[in-house]
C-alpha cells in the first residue's frame, strides 16, 4: 500500500487526523527533504521512520521502492508542503505502484493553487493548471499559449522572479488583464492581491523585498481581445 499525503503548506494545523494516524502506522515514510519533515513529524511526536526521495533520486529507487511495496511494505510519501505529484515528486512511484497493481491511496489536503484560485475572486468555473514556466527555452511560446486561453489560469513562481514574471504576462496578455498574486498562503503575513498586471507589476516592483512561495492566478482572454 502506498499513501501519497499531502502537508501543510504554512499552517502546521493543516493536517488531517487520518493523515496524522497513517504516518505513524506505515512502515517509512518518503519525504522529499527529511529536515524539513522532522519538524511536521516532531511538532506531532510521530517516529516513523524517514527515507529521502526527491526529484534527484526518484529515477534511481522508483523500482526498488515498488518492489518493497509489492513484497508488503507500507508506505507514506510527503513532500515539503502541498500534494505529492502537483510541481513536487510523486508521479513516478505512483504509475509504478499502478503498473504493478500496488494499491495507491491519495488523501485530500492542502494544496496551494485551489485556495489562491477561489480568494482571488477570479472566474473558477474552469481553469488551467500550468505550475512552474520553464526558466528559458519555451519559456515564451507557454506564456503566448496561456494568454489566448479562454478561461483562468495558474503558475507557480519563485519570489525572486515575480516581478519579471508579472511584466512578460502584461506583455502578452495586456497590461489591464485582471490577475492576482497569493503568496504565504496559511501563514501570518498571507497575502492575496487581485488587481491588473500593471499594477501588480507597479506594486511588487516597488517593494525591497518579496517573500514566500507565489502562485500566480491569471484572468482568460475575453471574447473581442
Known sequence: ????????????????????????????????DTRTSKKLLGHYEIETSLRSYHAHNEHAIVEQLAAQLEAGARMALITDAGMPGISDPGFLLARECQRRGIRVECLPGPTAFLPALVASGLPSDKFFFEGFLPHKKGRQTRLQYLSALPYTFILYESPYRLVKCLSQLAEVCGPQRLACVARELTKLHEEVRTDSLAALQEYYGAQAKVKGEIVIIVEGQKEGM
Do not use: H
Open 1 to 32: 500500500m502506498l499513501y501519497l499525503i499531502p502537508t501543510p503548506i504554512g499552517n502546521l494545523e493543516d493536517i488531517t487526523l487520518r493523515s496524522l494516524r497513517i504516518l505513524r502506522e506505515v512502515d517509512v515514510i518518503l519525504a522529499e
